[in-house]
């Protein structure tokens, strides 16, 4: 039963501190997307990549966060420096184009 | 603003009973999903309807689409206390992949 797995599933940091999150998509899935999601905003997309190029990264705040697909089996979400207000649990999800996305676990990031 | 829009935003019924939920959304679309999310995890895909598809039916769940009126609705029929969940729609424009979601309706299904 292949799934998106994502790690770590929950991380607490200081401000300042860098944040890496992991994401290893379903094999055979050319898309990958990163989603935040927050009680304030809801679920928002912050980039996502087709065939490991960034295809629409307009939902990230680009002077601290970067997206990328190192290889076709991970992908990365970075934050430096992280902020209080960046507190929120992280999603990625995969897929092909036009069809059903499937969603990781999440990250539950807190920045104190 | 916001693609998909839920209505209502929560809703409360009883076991067994029939459970509605709405979607309006603005531009024209490609196909429109409905999601689920349980309390603290990921999205699980339940159901995707394409623009020149009226209704589709999955188990309990029945959706339609009504592209004239830019709507969906998704039905649970004969509910469960373990429907109980937020539920998302999703829309994804012709452009393709990138969908954006509503705000949620969460469903509460009493026992």
């Known amino acids: 039963d292949a799934r998106v797995t994502q790690t770590p599933r929950d991380k607490v940091t200081e401000m300042g501190q860098e944040v890496t999150m992991r994401c290893q998509p379903i094999l055979g899935h050319n898309t990958v997307f990163w989603y935040r999601q927050t009680m304030m905003q809801g679920l928002e997309l912050l980039a996502y990549?087709?065939?490991?190029?960034?295809?629409?990264d307009s939902g990230m705040p680009k002077d601290r966060f970067s997206a990328e697909m190192p290889d076709a089996t991970l992908a990365t979400l970075k934050i430096q420096p992280s902020e209080p207000r960046d507190s929120a649990v992280y999603f990625c999800a995969s897929g092909n184009r036009g069809d059903t996305q499937y969603f990781g676990p999440g990250t539950r990031l807190t920045v104190l | 603003s916001q693609q998909g829009e839920e209505d209502p935003q929560a809703l409360s019924i009883q076991e067994g009973e029939n459970a509605t939920m709405n979607c309006s959304y603005k531009t024209s679309i490609n196909n429109l999903q409905w999601y689920r999310q349980n309390s603290g995890r990921g999205l699980v895909h339940l159901i995707l309807?394409?623009?020149?598809?009226r209704e589709k039916h999955s188990g309990r769940l029945r959706v339609t689409l009504d592209t004239s009126k830019k709507s969906s609705s998704l039905l649970i029929t004969a509910s469960r206390a373990a429907d109980t969940a937020s539920y998302f729609c999703?829309?994804?424009?012709?452009?393709?992949?990138?969908?954006?979601f509503g705000e949620g309706t969460q469903l509460t299904v009493n026992p």
């Open positions: 999703a829309t994804d424009g012709y452009s393709g992949s990138r969908l954006t």
């Open positions: 309807i394409r623009s020149n598809e």
């Open positions: 990549f087709r065939n490991r190029a960034p295809l629409d």
